[in-house]
């Protein structure tokens, strides 16, 4: 069964007063994530492949000796990358879980440091990625980066965060301000109730 693209879970106008345009999500969502979708499936098709889940394809393409991922593995964990990004974010209330706050002061000395320590993966991330908060398999939160497609089930981690800094998700907003992008993201876009729901 092919894969679909998953409605946005809230309108294209909804980010807008936080930071990420209508012209933005049209975009990314509607253009980028859907070419995804699309070359996915079309790369999937009469393969080994064809039928099995995100998660599945993700693990048995990925090549951690590779140069260059194949072309699977790039739009299929592309794809599962940005369906949880969707997620991540939200137009609601900004309050952080309880535990949510307890984990990531416990883990990296205070949500300021934990901001701090997101932002700068973000930055220093060359080129296309993301930047994550994950959850090791021993159950600690760590912050990661990754290049291009490769996202925390490549390594057995559980994705409690994810920030897409490829261009697109930030140049039409804040053109080559990376930092104030990330900066925005923590502050105004996250939706921290999803990602407490992740640990």
């Not at 994530?33 to 999937?44: E, L, Q, W």
């Not at 706050?101 to 949500?111: D, H, M, Y």
């Not at 981690?157 to 140049?171: F, I, K, M, P």
């Amino acid at each position: 069964m092919a894969f679909e693209l998953p409605d946005l879970p809230y309108s294209h106008d909804a980010l807008a007063p936080h930071g990420m345009s209508q012209e933005t999500l049209e975009y990314h969502h509607d253009l980028h994530h859907k070419a995804y979708v699309d070359n996915g499936n079309k790369a999937i098709a009469g393969t080994e492949w064809d039928g099995k889940s995100l998660e599945e394809i993700i693990k048995g393409t990925y090549d951690p000796n590779a140069v260059a991922q194949s072309g699977i593995f790039n739009n299929i964990s592309q794809l599962w990358n940005h369906n949880q990004f969707w997620e991540m974010m939200g137009p609601g209330d900004k309050k952080m879980p309880g535990e949510l706050e307890s984990a990531l002061t416990e883990s990296f000395g205070s949500v300021d440091k934990f901001h701090e320590e997101f932002a700068a993966a973000g930055a220093g991330q060359f080129g296309s990625g993301w930047a994550w908060l994950v959850k090791d398999a021993d159950g600690s939160l760590k912050v990661t980066k990754t290049e291009n497609g490769v996202n925390p089930v490549c390594f057995g981690q559980t994705a409690l965060l994810g920030c897409d800094v490829w261009e697109h998700s930030y140049y039409i907003d804040f053109r080559n301000k990376r930092p104030a992008y990330l900066d925005n993201f923590l502050k105004n876009l996250v939706n921290w109730e999803n990602v407490a729901s992740r640990m």
